[in-house]
């Protein structure tokens, strides 16, 4: 259990300073031991064992406690089974019903869903990157897609206020629609990648047409919980408070998100062995577009501009959202998978990303997609955030 | 070890090491955020403090979340003068989202869990699983013995146990 339970230490991120933080207090502490020297004649304190090896990267709360509720039930070794395999059945008939138990809020039950789609289009990924995605495995990993996705929309559909899910249902979706186009071109098992590229689609269509995308969304709920006094209209006492109220919430929430983006952006530059350049460059175009829409966050937030504030902060999350997943994808799949950009649901430029791969490197083009040369896009979105990168970092740090 | 390290240079290791660690377990019981990083940094101070006396420190995680610990009930009496109870509500953020949301939903039902634990259960529960402190260090933190620690590390997985699997579905 100890080794499990290791494994899945390396894998999460947690509540953490954010580097800005992180800075700050380290300046403040140097200072301080700089002014405050070991006094004289008393010798330095000995140091019993080497407890400053660094472990930057520490379990989340959750799954230590996960194990220890379900012990040694939870068979880790078959977490990385794909259909065909022995411990499949273990996967999907006891590890995923017990982690479904555990979920117990209709947010966390819909999220739930929509992590097994994720798993399922994962895994017809890595058995088509390795040429083994034949018909029949397709057909089994099709019927668990529709039975998943129908119960995540109709559970997405039950939540009222809370479309953070919704977003994490699409963002899924455009990021193995990306993944799966691209396998589709290059691989052996093109023609079963195809149908289960297209059975996405529809779903994507659908919800597209439903609830709209992009600019046509309502800004989110608010996803501050924390001490918000409600506003009453006639106190006008009571609505200054209530907005630097409001202000201080969001303006820790973009604390809050930095962080992430943070922690990511050193996942992505730290360049484990198989994250391949390609790959790579799409987390770093998503984490980029974070920080950019981090950066008008801030820049709104000091207009006092809050509802525009928070739009660009749902841009934020969205962005690492789907640099997430594919950092995620990187870890599974082949060297020589290259992405095709993923669709984020900004207003402008990057939208309708799903194109075909405008590189010059790249051979195959997406002709069958729609038109923009989203290589142009990429180079765009690359020169603004380098331009806009230290600004947005300092304001960052300033905060 | 290598003697040649000053202290100054392995203290602010330590704050690097797990300055992270520090703030998380400020951050789960203490509002709003600034409040918890400034805690975070006072008890490396205060550390730094006792260190340069030329105190010997022989379990330097122990000792920082010992300070912390101690920092933390200060606040909580500072901001509710009234309660007694030294019950410190489990502060549940509802912003552990995002990188992975499943792991967060299932994080914050897994909080949710350790929140209903009594208060002295929560503590040694919160350092042997989320912070891997072992029993004899938190024994240290809290200033206990620990046979008396690794008991209530027992009961306390064990009504979590029962929580979970008394809890609606």
Same mark, same amino acid.
């Given at each position: &259990? ?155 559909? &039950? ?63 608010? &996803? &501050? ?175 | ?36 990083v400034d805690i975070t940094q006072e008890a490396f101070m205060k550390v730094w403090d006792y260190l340069r006396t030329g105190q010997e420190v022989h379990n330097m995680k122990a000792f920082v979340f010992k300070t912390v610990n101690n920092l933390i ?8 003068? %009234? ?40 503590? %040694?529960?919160?350092?042997? +699983? +989320? ?6 260090? +938190? ?31």
């Amino acid at each position: &259990m100890e080794e499990e339970f290791a494994q899945l230490k390396s894998q999460l991120e947690t509540i953490r300073l954010s580097a800005a933080e992180r800075e700050r207090v380290h300046a403040v502490l140097s200072e301080y031991v700089t002014h405050r020297p070991v006094s004289r004649g008393s010798a330095p304190a000995p140091v019993g064992y080497a407890w400053f090896a660094v472990h930057r990267f520490v379990a989340v709360v959750a799954v230590a406690l996960v194990v220890v509720l379900f012990g040694g039930t939870v068979s880790y070794a078959a977490e990385g089974a794909l259909p065909g395999d022995a411990l499949y059945a273990v996967k999907v008939g006891v590890n995923e019903p017990l982690r479904d138990t555990f979920a117990r809020t209709p947010e966390h039950r819909a999220t739930r869903e929509v992590d097994k789609v994720n798993r399922r289009l994962a895994e017809a990924e890595t058995l088509a990157a390795e040429g083994r995605l034949n018909a029949a495995l397709r057909e089994d990993i099709e019927t668990r897609v529709t039975v998943h996705l129908a119960a995540a929309e109709a559970r997405v559909a &039950m939540l009222k206020t809370d479309t953070d899910i919704a977003e994490t249902l699409d963002a899924t979706l455009d990021v193995h629609d990306s993944i799966l186009a691209s396998l589709g071109e290059d691989e052996v098992d093109g023609e079963e990648v195809g149908v289960l590229l297209a059975r996405v689609r529809t779903v994507t269509s659908l919800r597209a047409h439903e609830y709209g995308r992009s600019g046509g969304e309502e800004p989110q709920a608010p &996803m &501050m919980a924390l001490q918000t006094p409600s506003p009453s209209a006639d106190e006008e006492e009571q609505q200054a408070a209530a907005e630097s109220g409001a202000e201080a919430d969001l303006a820790a929430e973009i604390t809050e998100v930095g962080a992430e983006l943070d922690t990511l952006q050193e996942r992505a530059l730290l360049g484990r062995p198989n994250v391949r350049i390609s790959v790579r460059e799409e987390a770093e175009r998503l984490l980029n577009a974070a920080d950019r829409a981090l950066a008008d966050a801030d820049k709104e937030l000091a207009k006092g501009e809050f509802e525009t504030a928070e739009e660009k902060l749902t841009l934020a999350r969205r962005a690492l959202h789907r640099a997430t997943i594919v950092l995620n994808a990187a870890l599974r799949l082949p060297e020589n998978i290259k992405l095709f950009p993923v669709r984020l649901p900004e207003n402008g430029s990057d939208a309708d990303a799903q194109n075909g791969d405008g590189d010059v490197e790249s051979a195959s083009v997406g002709s069958d997609r729609e038109g923009n040369d989203d290589g142009e896009d990429r180079e765009e979105s690359r020169r603004g955030s380098s331009r806009e990168d230290d600004d947005g970092r300092t304001r960052r740090g300033a905060g | 070890m290598n003697q040649n390290t000053n202290p100054e240079e392995l203290f602010l290791k330590a704050y690097e090491g797990f300055g992270d660690s520090v703030f998380r377990h400020c951050y789960l019981r203490v509002s709003p955020r600034e409040e918890a990083v400034d805690i975070t940094q006072e008890a490396f101070m205060k550390v730094w403090d006792y260190l340069r006396t030329g105190q010997e420190v022989h379990n330097m995680k122990a000792f920082v979340f010992k300070t912390v610990n101690n920092l933390i009930i200060d606040w909580y009496r500072k901001k509710k003068p %009234v309660t007694l109870d030294d019950e410190e509500a489990l502060r549940i953020p509802d912003t552990l989202h995002a990188t992975d949301p499943e792991l967060a939903a299932l994080g914050r039902e897994a909080l949710t869990l350790l929140a209903r634990l009594d208060g002295e259960y929560r503590t %040694v529960v919160e350092l042997r +699983i +989320i912070e891997g402190f072992g029993p004899k260090e +938190i024994a240290e933190i809290l200033g206990e013995t620990e046979n008396a620690v690794s008991v209530r590390i027992h009961r306390g997985i064990a009504k979590l146990r029962e929580l979970y699997e008394s809890s609606p579905e």
